[in-house]
Each structure stands twice: as structure tokens, then as C-alpha cells.
């Protein structure tokens, strides 16, 4: 079962900031978040991971809270290409089990 | 151009056919692994391989086999004894290093099965 949970839907304007939230209320010390997407018909592709500090790359920022029982993942000026299903998925690192992705959050971009 | 390839991108088979799904990474990755996913639902874990040589089942092997003779390649062969072989396969390659602290899976573009 998932360890995550995420709102079934959103919507976003072309444009503007997309904050996706997660609760993740029982994650480990050791567990990281991580960040992937699946765009229909798409391999799901990483966009971002972290601890407990903030993160940032070319894709996104991480905003992680300091108690880490939750995070958003902002995509700071949403185009119409980042409409996808947003999973968000704890775990440790090194572990070789797989990657357990929930239900995701169906993010819509509209002109 | 590196990444993770799979084809073919659709394919289709008569039921009763075993059918076999590529999969090739020149990222140097050790780990490998096959999911499928159903519409509307999440990703099962079919089987993974850490090193060359080597393989486990994951969730849902009954009906799949794979191989491991090169560290780039993780063939899937879907055999007859598959019951719902329909569906969307993906694999996936794991960057994995303790000195760069990375442990990321990276998926292909995955390919549709359907089976008539």
C-alpha cells in the first residue's frame, strides 16, 4: 500500500504556479520523497527527490515541511506539457524493493 | 543520446503466442526492472535484476520470464500461461551510488500489449 496521500485532481492556469500537495504522516527517518509524473501513455519520468530540506532543479522545487509529515511539489510556471498524473512515493534509499506509487494527482493545465 | 528504450511501442499478439517485450539501457545502471500497469491503476512489480546474471520475481511473475545475459539488456517474455497479458509494460533502470548518495529509477517509454 501506498504511504502517501494526494488529492485526486487538480487544476492549474497556463502560467501560473502549480502546488501539488502530500501528506506522508508516517514516514521514516530514513525515507526520502520522491517526485514522478506520468504524462498518458508515458513511462512516469523523475522529477525531484529530497530529505528534509527544500530542493530545487530545472523541473521543480520540493518544499518539505519540518516535521515531514507533508510536501508540495511546486512547477513554478505550468505549461499545457505538464498536464500528467503527479505521484509522490517515500522511500528509503538503497532499498531494492519497488517503487510504490498510489493514486497520484491528475493535474490539468488550462490555456 | 542516452536513456532507457523499449519496443516496440504498440504490439499486438493472438492469444496462446508467447511474446517477447526489449528493453536496453546504455546508462550503465545495474538494476533493472519490469512493471505493468493497468488502466487507472498503479504500477506491479513483474520482476527485477540488480546485477547481470541475476533476477527475482516481484509481484505478479506467474506467467513471465526474463533474462539478464548483458548489463544493458532485460528482455520480458510473456508466455501463454499469462491469463490477462493486455496491458501497459514499462521498464525501468535505478541509478544507485552510496558516494554520490543517488537512488533514482528512470523508465522507458513503455509498450502497449494487446493481446486478440
Known amino acids: 500500500d501506498a504511504k502517501t496521500t494526494q488529492p485526486p485532481s487538480m487544476d492549474c492556469a497556463e502560467g501560473r504556479a502549480a502546488n501539488l500537495p502530500c501528506n506522508h504522516s508516517t514516514i521514516s527517518g530514513n525515507e526520502y520523497v520522491y517526485w514522478y509524473r506520468q504524462i498518458h501513455s508515458q513511462g512516469p519520468q523523475y522529477i525531484i527527490h529530497?530529505?528534509?530540506n527544500n530542493e530545487t532543479n530545472e523541473m521543480a522545487s520540493l518544499i518539505i515541511t519540518e516535521d515531514r509529515k507533508s510536501s508540495t511539489l511546486i512547477l513554478p510556471h505550468a505549461t499545457l506539457r505538464d498536464t500528467a498524473v503527479y505521484y509522490c512515493?517515500?522511500?528509503?534509499?538503497?532499498?531494492?524493493?519497488?517503487?510504490?506509487f498510489g493514486t497520484g494527482t491528475r493535474l490539468q493545465v488550462f490555456p | 543520446d542516452g536513456g532507457i528504450t523499449q519496443s516496440p511501442k504498440y504490439l499486438f499478439r493472438k492469444e496462446g503466442q508467447n511474446v517477447t517485450l526489449s528493453c536496453e539501457q546504455n546508462?550503465?545502471?545495474?538494476?533493472m526492472y519490469w512493471y505493468r500497469q493497468d488502466p487507472g491503476q498503479g504500477l506491479r512489480l513483474i520482476y527485477y535484476?540488480?546485477?547481470?546474471?541475476?533476477?527475482q520475481k516481484g509481484d505478479i511473475a506467474e506467467g513471465y520470464s526474463v533474462s539478464r545475459e548483458k548489463k544493458e539488456s532485460f528482455p520480458l517474455t510473456v508466455t501463454s500461461a499469462q491469463k490477462n497479458p493486455t496491458a501497459f509494460y514499462l521498464c525501468a533502470s535505478r541509478a544507485s551510488g552510496v558516494v554520490s548518495g543517488t537512488d533514482t529509477q528512470y523508465f522507458g517509454p513503455g509498450t502497449r500489449l494487446t493481446v486478440l
Open positions: 535484476s540488480q546485477i547481470v546474471n541475476d533476477f
Open positions: 512515493i517515500v522511500r528509503a534509499l538503497y532499498n531494492t524493493d519497488k517503487l510504490i
Open positions: 529530497g530529505l528534509k
Open positions: 546508462l550503465n545502471h545495474d538494476a
